[in-house]
Nanobody, 120 residues
Framework: QLRLVESGGGLVQPGGSLRLSCGAS????????IGWFRQAPGKERERVSC????????NYAESTKDRFTIHRDKANDTVDLQMNSLKPEDTAVYYC?????????????WGQGTQVTVSS
């Protein structure tokens, strides 16, 4: 059974950094596109970043592109999201998801999410 697990969330002050990690059991992430999404209370789910198969393309939401970096760690078979200069508006539950076709288009497996809270 395919299962995604996010880790690395927590409470951080504005301007701080966190590194989220997406790992999987049942399949190697290296074969797929992986997206990071977030959902804040009362808001729609938003795609934050995505990395395509073979790491050909990395894309970012406009609100995060100068602060967040997506990286595929092949040694550990994870896809990490480095988040710098965090703002209170980055507070949300963050999810990773798999697009088995590889192109950051249709995501069919999702993790349970990890909470990120940016507050002083």
């Amino acid at each position: 059974q395919l299962r995604l697990v996010e880790s690395g969330g927590g409470l951080v002050q504005p301007g701080g950094s966190l590194r989220l990690s997406c790992g999987a059991s049942g399949f190697p992430l290296d074969y797929y596109a992986i997206g990071w999404f977030r959902q804040a209370p009362g808001k729609e789910r938003e795609r934050v970043s995505c990395i395509t198969i073979h790491d050909t393309i990395k894309n970012y939401a406009e609100s995060t592109k100068d602060r967040f970096t997506i990286h595929r760690d092949k040694a550990n078979d994870t896809v990490d999201l480095q988040m710098n200069s965090l703002k209170p508006e980055d507070t949300a539950v963050y999810y990773c998801a798999v697009d088995r076709l590889g192109y950051c288009d249709e995501f069919d497996y999702w993790g349970q999410g990890t909470q990120v809270t940016v507050s002083s």
